[in-house]
């Protein structure tokens, strides 16, 4: 079964359940992808409940921990605003086929060369635009002094009650946006694997990519890690795992497609636009492939 990605409390803030169930459903959709991809074998995922809905999830724990540790430190940079992009590469690594002749034999060896291709990209792309309960989240009410003081806080008061009855009704919005997601991924039809294809050779990274700074425009593709980031300071999470070496920057070439280098886009197909302005929140799921 996967695990909650996010630390809850007893009364956990508006913010903090949004961020959980955002952090839940990606894992839940990670997995399941990693199962239609066929990654791994069938015998190694077991079936669980998400949103009432029937998934699979990895039984190998190295595989769910990976994804755990990633999104611990992703889904507070993407709420933060720090980042504005997650990830799922799958890979095969490249092995270098010599034929051996003699008395007719055409046997092949693989040879691998520590290289990798991308065979697919699945990215998350969001625009964060005030999450949901983050100003009740902050919010303190004083005891009031006088007159104008307590008038001001009954006003707070009431803000804080009206907020807190949008953010119910908007954590509802995002589970059906939610559920609708994961029922799309269930859709997609599985990847049959390649001529030559070895299940050995295939694997997969997940990426975080950090959004532009207004006073610098260079971008840095993070994967499970990256160094050098701009504002990561508005994300303690991303912060202490980059000062503690946790996460590093991978070579453009392990996540992109090699035609994506030589300034050819990969062919999009989304998957499903959620678009939550009560939540603040927009995301663009798709499956990028290569056309070459």
């Not at 809850?8 to 894992?27: D, V, W």
């Not at 070895?198 to 959004?211: D, G, I, Q, Y």
């Not at 636009?273 to 663009?284: F, Y």
Request: include cysteine; glycine fraction near 6%.
């Amino acid at each position: 079964q996967t695990r909650q990605t996010m630390t809850s409390t007893s009364a956990p803030t508006p913010s903090l359940q949004f961020s959980t169930l955002l952090g839940s459903t990606i894992e839940t959709i990670l997995h399941e992808l990693l199962y239609s991809r066929s990654i791994y074998p069938p015998d190694s995922f077991t079936l669980h409940r998400h949103l009432g809905v029937r998934c699979h999830a990895s039984r190998v724990p190295q595989v769910g921990d990976y994804i755990c540790d990633f999104l611990r430190v992703a889904i507070p940079s993407i709420v933060a605003g720090v980042g504005d992009n997650l990830s799922l590469i799958i890979l095969e690594e490249e092995v270098v086929n010599n034929r051996s002749s003699g008395n007719g034999d055409r046997g092949e060896v693989g040879e691998r060369t520590g290289g990798t291709k991308t065979v697919e990209r699945f990215v998350f792309q969001f625009h964060m635009d005030g999450v949901i309960g983050s100003a009740t989240d902050e919010a303190k009410l004083e005891h009031p002094m006088d007159m104008e003081d307590q008038q001001q806080h009954a006003m707070k008061k009431h803000a804080m009650k009206r907020d807190t009855e949008l953010a119910v009704k908007a954590r509802s919005q995002l589970e059906r946006s939610m559920r609708e997601c994961l029922l799309r991924v269930l859709a997609l039809r599985r990847r049959r694997r390649r001529k030559n294809e070895k299940p050995e050779n295939m694997s997969f990274k997940l990426c975080l990519h950090v959004a532009e700074d207004k006073t610098q425009q260079d971008n840095a593709e993070i994967n499970g890690a990256v160094g050098e980031a701009r504002s990561t300071n508005s994300c303690s999470e991303l912060l202490k795992a980059l000062q503690q070496g946790e996460w590093l920057q991978p070579e453009e070439s392990s996540c992109l497609f090699s035609s994506k280098l030589q300034n050819s886009n990969g062919l999009l197909r989304p998957i499903k636009d959620v678009n939550l302005p009560s939540c603040g929140m927009r995301m663009q799921m798709g499956m990028e492939v290569d056309p070459f």
